[in-house]
């Protein structure tokens, strides 16, 4: 990922599978924190920013009116108008390339760039550590479910033996009641 105050590109991504979803969803939105401190970044930097392009300047130089400017846009600007960007106001061709802010500005984009890597590292780290817990809790659940079912397996071959036992002691008290029919029919005759 890169980012400047200007743009912002962004890598789209796959999700590995459904149950990490929203740990990819939070990481993107971790992301666009990011971007957001990267742009005040550049708010509490903003001598390193063009006065033409807003962007952070890659090859600043100096004007005839002591300002920077990014060399590209101010020799476009200089080419069609010839006038001060500022002011505007005739100005003289030549710039002075400012080697002290252009090593300032690498100094800090190498910083930035550093800061992004970090901060990616971590929310990678932090999304696998969350794909992990999630993934143990997913074990765990499943383990749950499968003693779960086991049981119910077990209630259900119990149940099956009740109604085997229920039914062999009404099969005994029919007896039973044919046993005591015959004996009072004996006793009657």
């Known amino acids: 990922m ?13 999700m590995p599978h459904p149950k990490f979803g929203t ?5 993107l939105d971790n992301e666009l924190v990011l971007a957001e401190k990267i742009g005040a970044d550049t708010q509490s930097n903003p001598e390193f920013l063009c ?7 890659g090859d600043p130089v100096i004007a005839t009116d002591r300002y920077a400017y990014e060399r590209e846009a101010l020799a476009s600007w ?3 108008k010839k006038t001060n960007p500022r002011t505007r106001e005739k100005i003289r061709t030549n710039v002075v390339s400012k080697r002290v802010l252009k090593t300032l500005i690498d100094e800090w984009k190498e910083k930035r760039e550093k800061r992004q890597r970090n901060y990616f590292e971590s929310a990678a780290n932090d999304a696998k550590l969350k794909a992990s817990r999630a993934e143990a809790a997913l074990f ?6 499968k003693n779960l079912e086991e049981e119910a397996e077990e209630v259900m071959k119990e149940k099956a033996m009740l109604r085997v036992e229920v039914g062999k002691l009404k099969n005994t008290k029919d007896k039973a009641k044919e046993v005591e029919r015959a004996r009072k029919e004996a006793e009657l005759r």
């Open 2 to 14: 890169f980012y400047s105050s200007g743009e912002h590109v962004r890598t789209e991504y796959q």
């Open 78 to 80: 200089m080419k069609e």
């Open 140 to 145: 765990e659940v499943e383990s749950y479910v």
């Open 23 to 27: 740990v990819i969803e939070q990481f």
């Open 51 to 57: 006065p033409m392009t807003l962007d952070v300047m």
